[in-house]
């Protein structure tokens, strides 16, 4: 976030936070550095990185991905990036799932490290148990995201499960699960590495290519 890590910052996608909250409101996701700050929401494309790299590649998580995907199918790595909400601020989520119309295959899972306690307070990630059974809601988001109507259909307030989570716990989720996630309302960062496994025979329409992490 400040400029200093060895690396290549033109192959980072680099977002930063709103100071709103809203989500429509933060800043455009696109390549390159924006400047030294701790209010970066979002920085992807971490494989390029050798520490993100080694993680990623754990055998339990090729374990993982292979049971999902099948053991002789090649398995890529969708995205990798770190998420963060800043202290006292922070973007509010809304409901959705993690599907995109420009692939061929949909991703199925994604790992989700803490690396700050991940608290109700401070925005940790919110999850409606067993919707991922519903398939895809709202096929026609290019990301996911689900209409007012579908939210009141779908996600009635209490319902949800917090992920409250210690800095280095994980969980596996899958990619149609619909999740949300609060500002932060405390003055702890709640940053965390998330990634996103795919079966590695996946072609997008936008020519976009994704790096095979085990065959």
């Known amino acids: 976030m400040l400029g200093k890590a060895a690396l290549n910052y033109a192959g980072l996608l680099m977002q930063l936070d709103s100071v709103s909250g809203k989500y429509n409101d933060a800043g455009e996701q696109s390549l390159g550095f924006k400047g030294p700050t701790l209010n970066y929401r979002k920085i992807q494309n971490l494989e390029i990185d050798p520490l993100f790299e080694e993680y990623i590649k754990l055998p339990l998580f090729e374990e993982l991905s292979k049971r999902v995907y099948g053991e002789d199918v090649p398995v890529a790595c969708f995205r990798a990036m770190f998420m963060n909400k800043p202290s006292h601020q922070g973007t509010l989520l809304p409901w959705h799932q993690d599907a995109w119309t420009h692939l061929d295959h949909q991703p199925l899972i994604t790992l989700w490290t803490a690396l700050d306690p991940a608290t109700i307070d401070n925005g940790c990630v919110e999850v409606l148990p067993g919707s991922h059974k519903f398939g895809r809601i709202n096929p026609d988001h290019p990301s996911g995201f689900l209409t007012e109507a579908q939210i009141e259909h779908f996600c009635p307030a209490g319902n949800g499960t917090f992920l409250e989570l210690a800095p280095g716990e994980v969980v596996l989720l899958h990619n149609w699960l619909l999740h949300r ?20 025979r996946t072609r997008a329409s936008n020519g976009e290519t994704y790096t095979h992490l085990f065959d």
């Open 181 to 200: 996630s609060d500002v932060n309302k405390t003055p702890i960062s709640r940053r965390a590495f998330s990634v996103c496994y795919m079966d590695g």
